[in-house]
């Protein structure tokens, strides 16, 4: 029987922090996971290295489902973010061995396609009206089917979701960069740029928005409420996602579709949001959602009550996870949208990938496992560089949810 030998977990900032399992069978076949977690990537580094490797040595990397269960089960603290982000690495990386084991692409093992390609959504933003236009008109031009648009908001020196330069990366700065926010100011400005958009472009696309959980309920549904003759796609995370209660009000109120769970972990979390039918799409990943196993599951809870899918796929989740998404979206019946930020030169120097993107399509090729390559060497000249996300504050100085 073919054990599991070695797992080394890497740490590395080739354009942005990774962090990256990669698991060694006594045959030498290798797989490969994805750990990262915005601003917090050392404690699932610590949570592999110290508590989970010492567990799968020895063990038959066939048996997924078991191992899935022992770390999460046995832990006995379960859910969260780092230990579901730990047990996704290792999940995922035991797809990646059992595909390269049967000389098959993930996604055939998942039951096969369901589609032909992987409708993406793209980010469109800008610091102004005429600047978020333009960038719209842009992914338009690159023939994206769906694109999210953020601006800054006046007074406001930016906000969430807004691109400096071409990177959108909001883990920007050694301590948390702290910025104001004006919840009356959105609301007012919010509508006005989104019917923008809509009046240059028409509606034949998809047009999404996030507003990051910024929202009281009442204010979400005013929102709402406000965007629907724009026929958005959806609206993302309009409150906390944790207070599951406030969607059923938000609901009471507005026909625009609902998205959010990026920030759950488990299909605990998702629960009463989907047999609720408090939202549309469910917006967990393959990363921080306990792993390809995991996400089925929660993704089949979904399909029962017509929501449908759209995985959180900022750059913050590393090629790995990217593809892994990919096998995923490929096969479920119930796929609604997957997010996609392309990654920048230096990330794409230690991973290759088999992705490909044509027509506001991802796709992948008939690799087998995942498709994915991690070049050790590579990472080594990108040495990890500890990075925050930033913190929200009202215009009273009281901190606000980012
Ligand atoms: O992609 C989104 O919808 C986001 O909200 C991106 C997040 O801010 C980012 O992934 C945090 O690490």
Redesign the pocket.
């Known amino acids: 029987m073919s054990t599991i030998e070695r797992a080394e977990v890497f740490v590395a900032s080739p354009g942005r922090n990774f962090v990256t399992l990669r698991i060694t069978t006594s045959d030498g076949v290798t797989g490969l996971g994805d750990a990262t977690l915005?601003?917090r990537e050392l404690a699932v580094a610590s949570y592999l290295r110290d508590h989970l490797v010492p567990l799968l040595i020895g063990r038959d990397p066939a048996r997924i489902e078991d191992i899935w269960q022992y770390l999460y089960r046995g832990a006995y603290w379960r859910r969260g973010p780092v230990t579901m982000t730990a047990i996704a690495a290792v999940d995922v990386a035991l797809w990646d061995i059992k595909g390269k084991v049967a000389g098959l692409p993930v996604y055939q093992l998942l039951g096969g396609r369901s589609r032909d390609g992987v409708l993406v959504y793209s980010h469109a933003s800008g610091t102004d009206v005429p600047s978020l236009l333009d960038d719209v008109a842009r992914f338009r031009d690159l023939g994206y089917q769906a694109i999210r648009a953020q601006t800054g908001v006046p007074g406001l020196g930016g906000s969430?979701?807004v691109r400096k330069g071409v990177v959108y990366e909001?883990?920007n700065s050694s301590l948390p960069d702290e910025q104001p926010w004006s919840t009356e100011a959105y609301l007012d400005f919010a509508p006005t740029y989104l019917a923008a958009v809509r009046e240059k472009f028409g509606s034949g696309f998809h047009l999404l928005h996030?507003v990051?959980h910024r929202l009281t309920p009442i204010e979400a549904a005013r929102f709402g409420k406000s965007v629907e003759d724009l026929r958005l796609f959806w609206m993302?995370?309009p409150t906390p996602a944790e207070n599951q209660e406030a969607f059923r009000l938000i609901r009471q109120h507005t026909t625009t579709p609902i998205a959010t769970g990026?920030v759950l972990n488990s299909i605990w979390d998702v629960k009463d949001l989907i047999t609720e039918q408090l939202i549309d799409y469910v917006r967990t990943t393959v990363v921080h959602a306990g792993g390809i196993t995991h996400l089925r599951r929660i993704f089949d809870l979904a399909a029962l009550y017509q929501v449908r899918t759209g995985s959180?796929?900022?750059t913050?989740l590393s090629p790995i996870s990217l593809a892994a998404a990919v096998h995923v979206d490929l096969t479920v019946p119930n796929f609604g949208i997957q997010?996609y930020m392309p990654h920048v030169a230096e990330t794409m120097e230690v991973f290759r990938t088999g992705v490909s993107l044509a027509n506001g399509l991802l796709d992948l090729d008939e690799t087998p496992g995942l498709g994915v390559e991690y070049d050790e060497k590579a990472a080594e000249r990108f040495p990890y560089d500890p990075k925050y996300?930033p913190v929200a504050r009202r215009l009273d100085g009281s901190v606000h949810d980012w």
């Open positions: 915005n601003g969430y979701g909001p883990a996030d990051h993302e995370d990026e959180h796929g900022a913050d997010e996300l």
